[in-house]
């Protein structure tokens, strides 16, 4: 059984900093492509950041330089830092393979808020 289970959201002021983490088990994690999805509040889901086994990254247009995924094989570990936040970065924050395995976690909510 697969299971992604995501921590670190929280509250936090625009312009503050929050790192999540996914903590992948019941697979071989190293051979897939991970990612980082999110849903705003009226919002579909959206495709955050990817990153490939060998550690090549990809970043929707709204985040680009602002937020950093990396991956740790070694601990089955996937990891999002956010910089520079913005209030319309509010959203539960999912991780997942960009196949989108029908094993979502509960996600982690990440607040920004004045």
Known sequence: ?????ESGGGLVQPGGSLRLSCAVS???????????YRQAPGKQRELVASI????????????KGRFTISRDNA??????????LKIEDTAVYYCNTLAEWDFWGQGTQVTVSS
Do not use: E, R
């Open 1 to 5: 059984q697969v299971q992604l289970v």
């Open 26 to 36: 019941g697979t071989i994690f190293s051979f897939y492509t991970m990612a980082w």
């Open 52 to 63: 490939t086994a060998g550690g090549k990254t990809n970043y929707a247009d709204s985040v």
């Open 75 to 84: 601990k089955n570990t996937v990891t999002l830092q956010m910089n520079s």
